[in-house]
């Protein structure tokens, strides 16, 4: 068949994708920008990119009309600029106007269990593009999940952050609140597996796994199967800002993520019965079993997804492709060279660079930044990177975004996404003379960028020095 997949930079499409072109189906990937999806590593000639903005009409007239089926995985809920309710129904609207003009005879959408009578405002907006959907010349199958478990995901690794960071947590009262966690692969059969079945066209299913939980129990539970202790006191005076702020210090989520996470949190999510799993002849994961899946991948550096990367910031939303071309006027650099005996090793070294790694030289000096970074409202050093040795374009790294990963090129560009009086670049490149030059471009905005430059210019002069010379030196 041929489908269309949107939101394919996201965390449940990129899990997605492996599936369907495994079972034969050719499929279009719907991207907002072409730069930040690599389709050249599945090895499929199933599989094509077309450039679509769903916030913007006039980009849709790049979706084929002779599709069969079409996936809407777009959430916007992570976003940090913008409010994410208008700008989720604006896509579900054009996204149907657009459907009804091909021949898709089924749409399949993923949500979040909606069946308490007073939601938060993400579930809202969840249940608000469903209803914008169903009115639609296409049958649409609609799977209602809660809490994802899987490697990389948001909830996934909000709970690992919490369990491995805090031996004991004094916790605010949503920690009672029940609901039902499902693994990601099982999330992953279910959208495979309703795709053209017509008994679940025109209705929609809660799918969770086989267990009722509340929060704290998902705590307890992930800190037993990773064989730690920790002690979970809950107490009523905790208020949901300053739950949202207990999130955002202590885990790797925005506090715009936090605070719609919290609200959602308060709320029970627990399945409708259905007969979805039988009827697609599909095995529940257990809570437990889902985090040792989740590990495995870890460990074995295959985390296809992570939900850091599908983060909505500002440049994301004007597409990388308008920051590649670093800028040269009315701009602050340091940049040095040095030889490379072994280039090939060196650009390893630049490959993994950040996360686990570190900076090479002067770690705790880019840890402080990130603290200060998250005390001024943004990302800090939380993010780390989803792989330890892979790398592409759109991808978070600390508190940079990955602009540009070339192996071939031998060249990195990264840019800051922390908070800044300017912009910030920060490139790495081998030329065919194994010259290595790391590029650090400030572009200031006003005498506070100024004045930020020529503050930081010593810790700058000894960072970037320290780093070029471990990246160059391979027997370190």
């Known amino acids: 068949m041929k489908i ?20 034969g189906h050719e499929v279009i990937c719907c991207v907002r920008d072409k730069n930040r999806f690599n389709s050249n590593k599945y090895l499929s000639k199933n599989i094509s990119v077309i450039e679509a903005d769903f916030l913007n009409k006039e980009s849709l007239q790049n979706i084929p009309g002779d599709i069969d089926i079409a996936y809407y ?52 907006s969840r249940k608000n593009v469903e209803v914008i959907l169903s009115d639609s010349s296409f049958a649409l199958t609609t799977l209602r999940a809660g809490i994802i478990v899987g490697s990389g995901s948001a909830s996934f690794e909000i709970i690992r952050d919490l369990v491995e960071k805090l031996p004991f947590m004094i916790t605010p009262r949503w920690l009672k609140t029940k609901c039902q966690p499902i693994a990601i692969r099982n999330v992953v059969e279910f959208l495979n597996g309703v795709m053209g079945r017509t008994e679940t066209y025109n209705k929609s299913f809660d799918i969770g796994g086989p267990e009722i ?17 920790r002690r979970i006191v809950i107490v009523p005076v905790m208020t949901p800002k300053i739950s949202s702020y207990w999130l955002y210090f202590v885990t790797a989520t925005s506090f715009a993520l936090a605070k719609n996470l919290v609200n959602s949190m308060k709320i029970e999510v627990i399945c409708k019965p259905n007969d979805l799993a039988m009827m697609l002849g599909i095995q529940l994961i257990d809570y437990d079993t889902s985090i040792r899946y989740a590990f495995e991948k870890i460990e074995q550096n295959q985390v296809l997804s ?11 939303m004007q597409g990388i492709s308008k920051f590649i071309e670093v800028p040269h006027y009315g701009c602050f650099k340091d940049s040095r060279t040095i030889p490379v005996e072994n280039p090939a090793a060196s650009l390893e070294k630049i ?12 770690n705790w000096l880019w840890e402080t930044r990130g603290i200060m970074d998250q005390l001024a409202g943004g990302v800090g050093m939380r993010r780390g990177r989803k792989s330890n040795t892979e790398i592409n374009a759109g991808d978070a790294l600390d508190f940079w975004r990955v602009l540009l990963a070339d192996k071939a090129e031998k060249r990195l560009l990264l840019y800051a996404e922390m908070k800044l009086p300017g912009e910030a ?3 790495f490149k081998i030329d065919k003379d194994n010259m290595l030059t790391q590029t ?14 020529y503050s930081v210019l010593p810790f700058h002069a000894l960072i970037f020095n320290g780093m070029i010379h471990k990246i160059a030196d391979t027997k370190s």
């Open 4 to 23: 269309l997949l949107t939101g394919v930079t996201g965390y449940i499409a990129r899990r997605l994708l492996p599936v369907l072109l495994d079972n």
């Open 73 to 124: 995985l777009i959430h916007s809920m992570s976003t940090q600029t913008g409010d994410f309710e208008n700008m989720e129904e604006i896509c579900a609207s054009n996204f149907k106007e657009c459907i009804n003009q091909t021949k898709a005879r089924q749409v399949i959408y993923l949500s979040g269990i909606s069946n308490a009578d007073e939601l938060s405002k993400h579930l809202t």
């Open 213 to 229: 939980l509340s929060y704290k129990e998902m705590l307890l539970r992930f800190a037993m199967v990773r064989g730690l202790k």
């Open 425 to 427: 670049w920060l490139e």
């Open 351 to 362: 490959w993994a660079i950040g996360g686990k790694t570190g900076w090479y030289y002067g």
């Open 440 to 453: 650090a471009t400030f572009r200031p905005k006003g005498l506070s960028g100024r004045l930020y430059w």
């Open 306 to 316: 992570s939900w850091k990367d599908a983060q909505t910031s500002n440049l994301l």
